[in-house]
Protein backbone atom coordinates (compact mmCIF):
# COMPACT_ATOMS: atom_id res chain seq x y z
CA UNK A 1 0.00 0.00 0.00
CA UNK A 2 3.15 2.59 0.84
CA UNK A 3 4.10 2.00 -2.39
CA UNK A 4 1.38 2.65 -4.46
CA UNK A 5 0.85 6.06 -2.44
CA UNK A 6 4.38 6.81 -3.06
CA UNK A 7 3.60 6.43 -6.86
CA UNK A 8 0.18 8.30 -6.46
CA UNK A 9 2.02 10.78 -4.80
CA UNK A 10 4.97 11.12 -7.75
CA UNK A 11 2.56 11.12 -10.40
CA UNK A 12 0.45 13.68 -8.67
CA UNK A 13 3.37 15.59 -7.96
CA UNK A 14 4.16 15.06 -12.31
CA UNK A 15 0.90 16.25 -12.97
CA UNK A 16 1.05 19.44 -10.69
CA UNK A 17 3.78 20.28 -12.43
CA UNK A 18 2.86 19.51 -16.14
CA UNK A 19 -0.79 20.82 -15.72
CA UNK A 20 -1.10 23.72 -13.18
CA UNK A 21 -0.87 26.54 -15.28
CA UNK A 22 -3.13 25.69 -17.60
CA UNK A 23 -5.56 24.51 -14.44
CA UNK A 24 -4.81 27.92 -12.30
CA UNK A 25 -4.94 30.24 -15.62
CA UNK A 26 -8.77 28.70 -16.88
CA UNK A 27 -10.15 28.87 -13.06
CA UNK A 28 -8.24 32.97 -13.33
CA UNK A 29 -10.73 33.38 -15.96
CA UNK A 30 -13.90 32.02 -14.36
CA UNK A 31 -13.40 33.75 -11.03
CA UNK A 32 -11.09 36.41 -12.45
CA UNK A 33 -8.88 36.43 -8.82
CA UNK A 34 -5.45 34.56 -9.24
CA UNK A 35 -4.98 33.72 -5.69
CA UNK A 36 -8.52 32.20 -5.67
CA UNK A 37 -7.35 30.14 -8.91
CA UNK A 38 -4.69 28.53 -7.12
CA UNK A 39 -6.70 27.83 -3.96
CA UNK A 40 -9.51 26.12 -6.06
CA UNK A 41 -6.96 24.14 -7.91
CA UNK A 42 -5.01 22.87 -5.02
CA UNK A 43 -8.07 21.97 -3.57
CA UNK A 44 -8.59 20.40 -6.72
CA UNK A 45 -5.18 18.37 -6.76
CA UNK A 46 -6.17 17.64 -2.70
CA UNK A 47 -9.14 16.07 -4.22
CA UNK A 48 -6.86 13.92 -6.32
CA UNK A 49 -4.83 12.64 -3.43
CA UNK A 50 -8.13 11.07 -1.96
CA UNK A 51 -9.54 9.46 -5.40
CA UNK A 52 -6.36 8.57 -7.17
CA UNK A 53 -5.16 6.54 -3.78
CA UNK A 54 -8.63 4.78 -3.73
CA UNK A 55 -9.41 4.39 -7.28
CA UNK A 56 -6.03 4.89 -9.16
CA UNK A 57 -4.57 7.30 -11.49
CA UNK A 58 -7.30 7.79 -14.06
CA UNK A 59 -6.67 7.54 -17.73
CA UNK A 60 -6.60 11.23 -18.73
CA UNK A 61 -5.21 12.90 -15.30
CA UNK A 62 -5.34 16.63 -16.64
CA UNK A 63 -9.48 16.38 -17.46
CA UNK A 64 -9.94 14.62 -14.42
CA UNK A 65 -8.65 17.81 -12.74
CA UNK A 66 -10.49 20.31 -15.24
CA UNK A 67 -14.08 18.74 -14.30
CA UNK A 68 -13.13 18.90 -10.62
CA UNK A 69 -11.65 22.53 -10.78
CA UNK A 70 -14.78 23.63 -12.71
CA UNK A 71 -17.50 22.17 -10.27
CA UNK A 72 -15.63 23.87 -7.22
CA UNK A 73 -15.20 27.18 -9.48
CA UNK A 74 -19.00 26.96 -9.93
CA UNK A 75 -19.91 25.82 -6.51
CA UNK A 76 -17.40 28.69 -4.83
CA UNK A 77 -19.10 31.83 -6.87
CA UNK A 78 -22.21 30.34 -5.91
CA UNK A 79 -21.81 30.12 -2.23
CA UNK A 80 -20.10 34.09 -2.66
CA UNK A 81 -23.34 35.32 -4.42
CA UNK A 82 -22.23 36.69 -7.84
CA UNK A 83 -24.27 38.97 -9.57
CA UNK A 84 -26.32 36.49 -11.92
CA UNK A 85 -25.11 37.18 -15.15
CA UNK A 86 -21.81 36.54 -14.40
CA UNK A 87 -23.21 33.08 -12.69
CA UNK A 88 -25.08 32.84 -16.15
CA UNK A 89 -22.08 32.79 -18.22
CA UNK A 90 -19.72 30.49 -15.88
CA UNK A 91 -22.57 27.61 -15.42
CA UNK A 92 -22.62 28.34 -19.68
CA UNK A 93 -18.99 28.33 -20.16
CA UNK A 94 -18.33 25.96 -22.85
CA UNK A 95 -15.06 27.31 -24.10
CA UNK A 96 -13.19 25.34 -21.27
CA UNK A 97 -14.17 22.05 -20.12
CA UNK A 98 -12.49 18.54 -19.96
CA UNK A 99 -11.38 17.05 -23.47
CA UNK A 100 -13.39 14.18 -22.75
CA UNK A 101 -16.62 15.85 -22.60
CA UNK A 102 -16.06 18.33 -25.90
CA UNK A 103 -16.61 17.48 -29.11
CA UNK A 104 -13.77 17.18 -30.48
CA UNK A 105 -11.48 15.89 -27.88
CA UNK A 106 -7.73 16.30 -30.19
CA UNK A 107 -8.51 20.45 -30.56
CA UNK A 108 -10.64 21.26 -27.30
CA UNK A 109 -10.41 24.18 -25.74
CA UNK A 110 -6.52 24.61 -27.33
CA UNK A 111 -6.66 28.32 -28.00
CA UNK A 112 -8.78 29.18 -24.84
CA UNK A 113 -6.15 27.61 -22.62
CA UNK A 114 -3.69 29.33 -24.99
CA UNK A 115 -4.91 32.51 -24.41
CA UNK A 116 -5.33 31.78 -20.35
CA UNK A 117 -2.10 31.35 -19.82
CA UNK A 118 -1.00 34.09 -21.74
CA UNK A 119 -3.18 36.20 -19.47
CA UNK A 120 -1.76 34.73 -16.37
CA UNK A 121 1.41 35.38 -17.15
CA UNK A 122 0.74 39.52 -17.85
CA UNK A 123 -0.93 39.11 -14.34
CA UNK A 124 1.89 37.66 -12.55
CA UNK A 125 4.25 40.28 -14.29
CA UNK A 126 2.06 43.22 -13.89
CA UNK A 127 3.75 46.06 -13.01
CA UNK A 128 1.78 46.82 -9.67
CA UNK A 129 3.61 44.58 -8.14
CA UNK A 130 7.23 44.52 -7.31
CA UNK A 131 9.75 42.74 -8.88
CA UNK A 132 10.29 40.47 -6.48
CA UNK A 133 7.11 39.57 -6.05
CA UNK A 134 6.52 39.23 -9.96
CA UNK A 135 9.46 36.87 -9.86
CA UNK A 136 7.77 34.67 -6.74
CA UNK A 137 4.76 34.65 -8.11
CA UNK A 138 5.53 33.58 -11.88
CA UNK A 139 7.78 31.10 -10.69
CA UNK A 140 4.48 29.79 -8.49
CA UNK A 141 1.57 30.00 -10.94
CA UNK A 142 3.50 29.28 -14.18
CA UNK A 143 6.70 27.09 -13.20
CA UNK A 144 4.45 25.22 -10.34
CA UNK A 145 7.09 25.48 -7.63
CA UNK A 146 6.29 24.99 -4.32
CA UNK A 147 7.00 28.14 -1.90
CA UNK A 148 9.92 25.37 -0.28
CA UNK A 149 11.44 25.11 -3.66
CA UNK A 150 10.99 29.34 -4.72
CA UNK A 151 12.71 29.57 -1.15
CA UNK A 152 15.42 27.31 -1.75
CA UNK A 153 16.32 28.55 -5.53
CA UNK A 154 16.42 32.29 -4.22
CA UNK A 155 18.02 31.32 -1.14
CA UNK A 156 15.52 33.51 0.73
CA UNK A 157 13.76 32.09 4.18
CA UNK A 158 10.37 30.04 3.35
CA UNK A 159 8.08 32.77 5.45
CA UNK A 160 9.50 35.52 3.41
CA UNK A 161 8.32 34.03 -0.10
CA UNK A 162 5.31 33.00 1.46
CA UNK A 163 4.39 36.74 2.57
CA UNK A 164 5.90 37.97 -0.70
CA UNK A 165 3.29 35.38 -2.64
CA UNK A 166 0.45 35.94 -0.28
CA UNK A 167 1.02 40.01 -0.64
CA UNK A 168 1.55 39.93 -4.36
CA UNK A 169 -2.16 38.04 -4.67
CA UNK A 170 -3.56 40.74 -2.22
CA UNK A 171 -2.27 43.81 -4.23
CA UNK A 172 -3.46 42.33 -7.38
CA UNK A 173 -6.91 41.66 -5.93
CA UNK A 174 -6.88 44.98 -3.91
CA UNK A 175 -6.42 46.50 -7.11
CA UNK A 176 -8.65 44.88 -9.25
CA UNK A 177 -6.13 44.14 -11.91
CA UNK A 178 -7.99 43.05 -15.22
CA UNK A 179 -7.33 39.13 -16.07
CA UNK A 180 -6.88 40.02 -19.98
CA UNK A 181 -3.79 40.41 -22.53
CA UNK A 182 -3.04 44.12 -22.20
CA UNK A 183 -3.94 45.81 -25.22
CA UNK A 184 -2.18 47.11 -27.83
CA UNK A 185 -1.06 50.38 -26.48
CA UNK A 186 0.36 48.56 -23.51
CA UNK A 187 1.38 45.31 -25.00
CA UNK A 188 5.33 46.15 -25.66
CA UNK A 189 5.59 47.63 -22.33
CA UNK A 190 3.85 44.78 -20.93
CA UNK A 191 5.89 42.31 -22.58
CA UNK A 192 9.23 43.43 -22.10
CA UNK A 193 8.61 43.52 -18.49
CA UNK A 194 7.76 39.60 -18.52
CA UNK A 195 10.33 39.04 -20.80
CA UNK A 196 12.90 41.03 -18.09
CA UNK A 197 11.32 39.04 -15.08
CA UNK A 198 11.71 35.18 -17.27
CA UNK A 199 15.38 36.43 -17.85
CA UNK A 200 15.68 37.84 -14.19
CA UNK A 201 15.35 34.01 -12.75
CA UNK A 202 18.10 32.83 -15.88
CA UNK A 203 20.36 34.88 -14.70
CA UNK A 204 20.01 34.52 -10.84
CA UNK A 205 20.44 30.60 -12.08
CA UNK A 206 22.96 31.15 -14.28
CA UNK A 207 25.50 33.08 -12.10
CA UNK A 208 23.66 33.54 -8.20
CA UNK A 209 23.64 36.55 -6.28
CA UNK A 210 24.86 35.25 -3.24
CA UNK A 211 25.22 32.22 -1.57
CA UNK A 212 27.86 28.87 -1.61
CA UNK A 213 26.98 28.23 -5.65
CA UNK A 214 28.04 29.85 -8.00
CA UNK A 215 24.95 28.71 -10.15
CA UNK A 216 21.65 27.27 -9.33
CA UNK A 217 20.58 25.15 -12.80
CA UNK A 218 17.08 24.38 -11.59
CA UNK A 219 16.49 28.22 -12.01
CA UNK A 220 17.92 28.42 -15.43
CA UNK A 221 15.34 25.10 -16.10
CA UNK A 222 12.53 27.25 -15.12
CA UNK A 223 13.17 30.14 -16.83
CA UNK A 224 13.58 28.19 -20.09
CA UNK A 225 10.26 26.82 -19.83
CA UNK A 226 8.67 29.38 -19.78
CA UNK A 227 10.77 30.91 -22.50
CA UNK A 228 9.35 28.27 -24.30
CA UNK A 229 5.69 28.22 -22.94
CA UNK A 230 6.43 32.53 -24.53
CA UNK A 231 7.07 31.70 -27.56
CA UNK A 232 4.10 29.05 -27.84
CA UNK A 233 1.80 31.69 -26.67
CA UNK A 234 3.58 34.54 -28.62
CA UNK A 235 4.70 33.10 -31.81
CA UNK A 236 5.06 36.32 -33.96
CA UNK A 237 7.11 38.61 -31.33
CA UNK A 238 10.63 38.78 -32.33
CA UNK A 239 12.14 39.22 -28.80
CA UNK A 240 10.37 36.38 -26.96
CA UNK A 241 12.20 34.40 -29.88
CA UNK A 242 15.51 36.61 -29.24
CA UNK A 243 15.18 35.82 -25.59
CA UNK A 244 14.38 32.17 -25.73
CA UNK A 245 17.49 32.54 -28.32
CA UNK A 246 19.75 33.96 -25.63
CA UNK A 247 18.92 31.92 -22.68
CA UNK A 248 19.57 28.07 -24.90
CA UNK A 249 22.75 29.60 -25.72
CA UNK A 250 24.11 30.46 -22.08
CA UNK A 251 22.33 27.50 -21.05
CA UNK A 252 24.81 25.48 -23.32
CA UNK A 253 27.66 26.41 -21.74
CA UNK A 254 26.48 25.22 -17.65
CA UNK A 255 27.60 22.48 -17.49
CA UNK A 256 32.02 23.93 -18.15
CA UNK A 257 31.37 26.68 -15.85
CA UNK A 258 32.42 25.55 -12.33
CA UNK A 259 35.38 22.86 -12.01
CA UNK A 260 34.39 19.51 -9.82
CA UNK A 261 34.74 21.37 -6.47
CA UNK A 262 32.22 24.62 -7.89
CA UNK A 263 34.83 27.00 -8.49
CA UNK A 264 33.92 28.79 -11.36
CA UNK A 265 35.70 28.80 -15.06
CA UNK A 266 36.13 31.78 -16.99
CA UNK A 267 34.57 31.43 -20.93
CA UNK A 268 38.07 31.30 -22.11
CA UNK A 269 38.76 28.63 -20.46
CA UNK A 270 36.27 26.32 -20.20
CA UNK A 271 36.34 22.54 -21.88
CA UNK A 272 33.93 23.76 -25.19
CA UNK A 273 33.86 19.71 -25.88
CA UNK A 274 31.04 19.98 -22.19
CA UNK A 275 29.06 22.75 -24.11
CA UNK A 276 25.37 21.32 -25.13
CA UNK A 277 25.30 21.22 -28.93
CA UNK A 278 21.93 20.79 -28.36
CA UNK A 279 21.30 23.77 -26.78
CA UNK A 280 23.44 25.59 -29.23
CA UNK A 281 21.47 24.52 -32.72
CA UNK A 282 18.56 25.16 -30.55
CA UNK A 283 19.56 28.56 -29.52
CA UNK A 284 20.86 29.62 -33.50
CA UNK A 285 17.28 28.55 -34.49
CA UNK A 286 15.91 30.67 -32.71
CA UNK A 287 17.90 33.16 -33.16
CA UNK A 288 17.13 32.94 -36.79
CA UNK A 289 13.05 32.98 -35.45
CA UNK A 290 13.73 36.20 -34.30
CA UNK A 291 15.54 37.63 -37.73
CA UNK A 292 13.31 36.30 -39.79
CA UNK A 293 10.57 38.33 -37.96
CA UNK A 294 12.73 41.14 -38.05
CA UNK A 295 13.62 41.20 -34.81
CA UNK A 296 17.48 41.38 -35.11
CA UNK A 297 18.37 44.69 -33.47
CA UNK A 298 15.84 43.73 -30.41
CA UNK A 299 17.61 43.90 -27.43
CA UNK A 300 17.49 39.94 -26.19
CA UNK A 301 18.20 39.22 -30.18
CA UNK A 302 21.12 41.17 -29.71
CA UNK A 303 22.80 39.35 -26.99
CA UNK A 304 22.12 36.19 -28.13
CA UNK A 305 23.84 37.42 -31.68
CA UNK A 306 27.18 37.73 -29.36
CA UNK A 307 26.41 34.48 -27.53
CA UNK A 308 26.28 32.92 -31.00
CA UNK A 309 29.19 34.12 -31.46
CA UNK A 310 30.97 32.70 -28.90
CA UNK A 311 28.84 29.09 -29.29
CA UNK A 312 30.25 29.43 -33.47
CA UNK A 313 33.70 29.68 -32.47
CA UNK A 314 35.47 25.85 -32.11
CA UNK A 315 38.49 27.21 -29.50
CA UNK A 316 38.43 30.72 -27.16
CA UNK A 317 41.47 32.18 -30.26
CA UNK A 318 38.53 31.25 -33.18
CA UNK A 319 35.89 33.90 -31.32
CA UNK A 320 35.32 36.82 -33.72
CA UNK A 321 35.50 39.79 -30.76
CA UNK A 322 35.67 42.19 -33.54
CA UNK A 323 31.90 41.60 -34.79
CA UNK A 324 30.97 40.90 -30.47
CA UNK A 325 32.17 44.34 -30.45
CA UNK A 326 30.58 45.91 -33.28
CA UNK A 327 27.19 44.13 -31.71
CA UNK A 328 27.64 46.03 -28.69
CA UNK A 329 28.00 48.80 -30.02
CA UNK A 330 24.48 48.35 -31.32
CA UNK A 331 23.23 46.74 -28.14
CA UNK A 332 24.46 50.19 -26.16
CA UNK A 333 22.57 52.49 -29.35
CA UNK A 334 19.67 50.48 -28.15
CA UNK A 335 19.59 49.81 -25.11
CA UNK A 336 22.47 51.86 -23.06
CA UNK A 337 23.27 51.12 -19.76
CA UNK A 338 26.15 51.33 -17.91
CA UNK A 339 26.45 47.46 -17.33
CA UNK A 340 26.25 47.09 -21.14
CA UNK A 341 29.02 49.44 -21.36
CA UNK A 342 31.09 47.60 -19.56
CA UNK A 343 30.54 44.13 -21.27
CA UNK A 344 31.07 46.36 -24.28
CA UNK A 345 34.66 48.17 -22.78
CA UNK A 346 35.42 43.81 -22.37
CA UNK A 347 34.31 42.99 -26.42
CA UNK A 348 36.81 45.97 -27.21
CA UNK A 349 39.66 44.88 -25.25
CA UNK A 350 39.95 41.53 -26.63
CA UNK A 351 39.38 42.89 -30.59
CA UNK A 352 41.72 46.15 -30.22
CA UNK A 353 44.06 45.15 -26.94
CA UNK A 354 43.32 46.18 -23.15
CA UNK A 355 44.29 49.97 -23.43
CA UNK A 356 41.42 50.47 -25.57
CA UNK A 357 39.15 48.21 -23.51
CA UNK A 358 40.82 50.31 -19.85
CA UNK A 359 39.85 53.39 -21.43
CA UNK A 360 36.17 52.68 -22.04
CA UNK A 361 36.38 51.17 -18.31
CA UNK A 362 37.70 54.27 -16.86
CA UNK A 363 35.19 56.41 -18.31
CA UNK A 364 32.56 53.95 -16.40
CA UNK A 365 34.41 54.38 -12.52
CA UNK A 366 32.17 57.14 -11.54
CA UNK A 367 29.32 55.56 -12.60
CA UNK A 368 26.42 55.80 -9.62
CA UNK A 369 24.45 52.41 -11.10
CA UNK A 370 28.18 50.48 -11.17
CA UNK A 371 29.60 52.04 -7.51
CA UNK A 372 28.74 48.85 -5.86
CA UNK A 373 28.91 46.70 -8.74
CA UNK A 374 31.50 43.95 -7.88
CA UNK A 375 32.52 43.23 -11.98
CA UNK A 376 33.36 46.66 -12.08
CA UNK A 377 36.65 46.37 -10.27
CA UNK A 378 36.90 42.73 -11.45
CA UNK A 379 37.42 43.87 -14.99
CA UNK A 380 39.68 46.77 -14.50
CA UNK A 381 41.78 44.70 -12.42
CA UNK A 382 42.24 42.18 -15.42
CA UNK A 383 43.02 44.51 -17.88
CA UNK A 384 45.73 46.38 -15.54
CA UNK A 385 47.12 42.58 -14.82
CA UNK A 386 46.93 42.16 -18.38
CA UNK A 387 48.91 45.57 -19.24
CA UNK A 388 51.20 44.54 -16.51
CA UNK A 389 50.26 47.23 -13.72
CA UNK A 390 49.64 44.19 -11.16
CA UNK A 391 49.88 46.37 -7.54
CA UNK A 392 46.82 48.56 -9.26
CA UNK A 393 45.35 44.95 -10.46
CA UNK A 394 45.38 43.31 -6.87
CA UNK A 395 43.57 46.44 -5.42
CA UNK A 396 41.20 46.38 -7.98
CA UNK A 397 40.64 42.23 -7.49
CA UNK A 398 40.57 42.64 -3.58
CA UNK A 399 38.13 45.47 -3.94
CA UNK A 400 35.87 43.33 -6.16
CA UNK A 401 35.73 40.42 -3.47
CA UNK A 402 34.65 42.72 -0.75
CA UNK A 403 31.91 43.87 -3.06
CA UNK A 404 30.82 40.44 -4.74
CA UNK A 405 27.71 38.60 -2.48
CA UNK A 406 28.49 34.84 -3.88
CA UNK A 407 30.68 33.30 -1.70
CA UNK A 408 32.12 31.13 -4.82
CA UNK A 409 32.76 34.24 -6.98
CA UNK A 410 34.41 36.42 -3.69
CA UNK A 411 36.89 33.31 -3.32
CA UNK A 412 37.86 33.41 -7.00
CA UNK A 413 38.23 37.01 -6.94
CA UNK A 414 40.61 36.91 -4.22
CA UNK A 415 42.77 34.16 -5.64
CA UNK A 416 43.30 36.27 -8.34
CA UNK A 417 44.39 39.02 -6.03
CA UNK A 418 46.58 37.03 -4.83
CA UNK A 419 47.97 35.70 -7.97
CA UNK A 420 49.39 39.28 -9.05
CA UNK A 421 51.85 39.01 -6.09
Known amino acids: ?84 SRQHDIDHDDDWRPAELAADPETAADDVIGDDVLRLVFTACHPVLSVDAQVALTLRLLGGLTTDEIARACLVPEPTIAQRIV ?154 WPRIAALYDVLARVMGSPVVELNRAVAFAMAYGPQAGLDLVDALVDARELREYHLLPSVRGDLLEKLGRLDEARAEFERAATLARNEREAEFLRRRAEATR
Open 167 to 320: RAKRTLSEANVPFETPGRDELPERLATVLGVVYLIFNEGYAATSGGDWMRPALCDEALRLGRILVALAPLEPEVHGLLALMELQASRLGARTRADGTPILLLEQDRTRWDHLYIQRGLASLRHAEQLRGAEGPYALQAAIAACHARAPTAADTD
Open 1 to 84: MATTDAHVRRTIDAVWRIESTKLIAGLARMVRDVGLAEELAQDAFLAAVEHWAKDGVPDKPGAWLVATAKRRAIDRLRQHALHA
